[in-house]
């Protein structure tokens, strides 16, 4: 994947990766780690896409009853799932 200058990148910790060498200009690389309040993987895989749905419907519709209800859903399950 090339980015454009820029750009930033962020990956799971356990994801394989490369970095290909510079062929022209220079590269420079800022390194840091994060940590989720939600430790499961496939928990903070459903709040991602349960976060991407409700953002694609409020996109493609005036926030309704169904989105907040779903939006407090979302909130309540990391409430549920963080460990802080």
């Known amino acids: 994947m090339k980015l ?3 750009d930033m990148l962020l990956y799971d910790g ?3 990766h490369e970095v290909r060498p510079v062929t022209s200009g220079e590269h420079t690389g800022a390194f ?3 940590q ?3 430790r499961d993987a496939a928990r903070r895989h459903l709040l991602h896409e349960l976060d991407k749905t409700i953002s694609a419907l409020r996109e493609a519709a005036a926030p309704s009853g169904e989105i907040i209800r779903l ?4 909130h309540a399950l990391i409430r549920m799932w963080a460990e802080v």
């Open 4 to 6: 454009d200058a820029g």
């Open 14 to 16: 356990g994801t394989i």
């Open 32 to 34: 840091f780690w994060i």
């Open 36 to 38: 989720s309040g939600v």
């Open 71 to 74: 939006t407090a859903h979302y």
